[in-house]
């Protein structure tokens, strides 16, 4: 009983040191004088890799949490510069991290549309985060089902 005990105590303390942890982040701001939303999670490369972080996000234009969200698909450089290229190569976002700002351009896929990007991180409750947790996962899943 006591290696059982033992065991399922090693088990569970490995488990939770695997855990893939994140931090994510809420900005509000605007596109082209337009507002958007964007949800960014960040977790730590399990690989390491030149900029050891992952990303992965959504974003969607209005100031309430509608149900149009466009997922990212998100590269960075270790410098503070990222590419968001929005699901389907519908739009890239070319943004720099300055403090708790994003700020950059969003380009058309044909590159003839650039418009102007100004995105601030916002402190949100924990409600609030839950639900753009559930649309971040709702969006994937329909992007990637079968």
């Known amino acids: 009983m006591k290696s059982l005990i033992i065991f399922l105590l090693s088990f569970t303390l490995i488990n939770a040191a695997s855990a893939e942890e994140s931090t994510d982040t809420v900005y509000k701001g605007t596109i082209n004088n337009k507002p ?35 997922e990212l698909i998100i590269t960075d450089n270790g410098k503070g510069n990222f590419c968001m290229t929005e699901f389907g190569f519908t739009g890239v976002l070319i943004l720099k991290k300055t403090g708790n700002t994003l700020q950059g351009v969003w380009i ?39």
């Open 36 to 70: 958007v939303i964007l949800y960014l999670k960040e977790y730590a490369n399990p690989c390491g890799g030149e900029t050891g972080y992952l990303y992965t996000g959504i974003y969607q234009y209005g100031t309430t949490l509608g149900k149009n969200w466009l």
């Open 108 to 146: 058309s896929p044909d590159g003839k549309t650039q418009l102007k990007v100004n995105l601030k991180s916002q402190e949100v409750s924990a409600k609030y985060r839950d639900e753009l947790e559930e649309r971040l996962e709702k969006t994937h899943y329909s992007n990637h089902d079968c």
